[in-house]
């Protein structure tokens, strides 16, 4: 049995509602149990507990995540006893959607009094899908008829819409769905990318990379939207001569999440590219698989960016043995695909597909 757990945020009147029943159709048809887990706050809303009439903000966000946290757990704890190969576990917002409501005071007393880390939170996804808001490029169809709890004007649905992905900022596969195209082909590609992520059929998504000058580190820390993780890759021997191999311990102030990824030397036939698979580990399992590291690479170390900005989503890499470079990767849908790179990116060129600035060969500097 394969579990997997994925967000659906965005900004007001986005089109979460319509995009639920998008993956319900698609995913059924691709064999997976595909189960939903409704929008708390709305829930809670429309049954009379909201910010203004509990006691403060804080102590109905404090209901909010706890409500939430315990509705993920019973839908997971369902899944496992259900007889099917595929189980999609589908979120109305995520836990820290609901950290865009709250100052940084508010926040940090949910977290302790749930008990988790913001990392934990914010990794306990398989991946999270942002849908932008209507009132970002198509204002003519944004309004309040399709959910009684929205009250933000446009101005506001933006603000908020920057604020939630902001919040998401660091997640390992976030993806931004903007509304570059009517409305059905805004689906389409949400399911394109929710099939890429799972492994499914789908357009083949494209890493690029570009070199660029050192950033301002200083600077990128005091970005809205962009947060800082530890990253050590290490290589393991590979069991044949047709797969790599590694492990990825990732997270930032001693809370972490570990992943194996396995990539094969064969392509799939439904995309013509090289087949790949990644998994989460326990911290046993990776600790485990440590034993087997390829000793002639070294465990590649890095310190990433993630950065929202202007509805992309920027990793920015810093090594230890670069002083004067680093590395800039968003994934696209295509090569052509337009970058609108941050005005402080001063990029030296892009080295896409050259060999000498894969992961793996950095690792043998």
Known sequence: MVIRK??????????????MSWVQNAFS???????????????????GVAPWTCGTNGEYQKCQVRLQLEKERIFLRAARTMKAEKILIVCDRGLLDNRAYMNDEEFAAVLADVGLSEIEMRDSYDAVFHLVTAARGKEEFYSFESNAARYESPEEARSLDDRLLGCWAGHPHLRVIDNTTDFNDKMLRLISEISAVLGEPGPYEIKRKFLIEYPDVAQLERLPGCTRVEIIQTYLKPRNDSELRRVRQRGADGHYIYFETVKLNVKDPSTGYPLETERRLTQDEYLGLLMEADTTKRALRKTRYCLAYDRQYFSIDLLPFWDRQAMLSIETNSESEEVRFPDFVRVIREVTGLPEYRNSALATR
């Not at 994925?6 to 979460?16: M, N, R, Y």
């Not at 048809?29 to 049954?47: M, N, R, S």
């Open 29 to 47: 048809q691709k064999g997976y149990t595909v189960l939903f887990v409704p929008e708390t706050a709305t829930e809670l809303i429309g049954g």
């Open 6 to 19: 994925i967000v659906i945020t965005g900004g007001p009147c986005a089109g979460k509602s319509t995009a």
